[in-house]
């Protein structure tokens, strides 16, 4: 177990590091400079403001302070707003971005085995077939669609919910609506093939010989193997959810990193976009780490070597 840790540290460690260079190299690939936009401004002002942010220095200058910035943890001003850090950024953004996202994956989980739990124990029946339409449409109707089609039925149409701003616990209904219903319905469908499967098992009839009753059958026995298939996927949908909150923040005014990051882009903040991009890499790269090891321990018979954790 310890030798499979190290391994895949490493292995995160360099993935990082190829989407940061791959980050630092196609924002300087981008012909122009972020002074570019200020009409303004004289040609010796932009001259100077980009060797005051570094961006006079040889390329490899540039990347060799860029990856020390990653190594410190430390990226520098903003160069549309130098009077703010990237990290000043992060730390005002990245709690609101990280609490939209949780809730979501949370609503995500429990809405979509519920629903595929109930599917599979009523399969071929009405509410079966109810609960598949749901999770078809829930697959085919993009976040940011469906993000417009519920501000405008509940905020406007019936007014019942705020439609923007981070204020109250109600102003999160409607943007975890938008994003978690992609993600339930994948789960939802998931457990349900992955339920059916289950429950044709020889330990599951004999569960059943023994007189338990289905609540039990369910829960202690059918639900942890029919939860692998969720497991292998749920860095995926992680990853989703949360540069899908990107989107969502914009159209919901959400003042998370969605704000700070599609900003930048138009901005052509380097720092920012940089720092943003490595952060949340690392985050979903030490998700699917811990995805790793959670489907070891829900599998018994999924051992890791002690060689080199092959």
Known sequence: MTTYIVKRFFIMIITVLVIATLTFFLMKGIPGSPFNQDRGTSEAVQANLEAHFGLDQPWYVQYGVYLKSIATFDFGPSIKNPDQTVNDLLGRGFPISFELGIVTV???????ITLGIIAALKHNGIVDYMAMTLAVLGISIPNFVLATLVIQQF???WQILPAATWSSPMHMVLPVIALATGPMAIIARLTRSSMLEVLTQDYIKM??????TPFKIVVKHALKNAMLPVVTILGTLLAGILTGTFVIEKIFAIPGMGKYFVDSINNRDYPVIMGTTVFYSSILVFMLFLVDVAYTLLDPRIK???KGGE
Do not use: E, M
Request: avoid cysteine.
């Open 207 to 212: 569960a059943r010989a023994k007189g338990l």
């Open 106 to 112: 949370l609503v995500a989980l429990v809405s979509g």
């Open 155 to 157: 905020a406007v149409n």
């Open 304 to 306: 890791l070597a002690k």
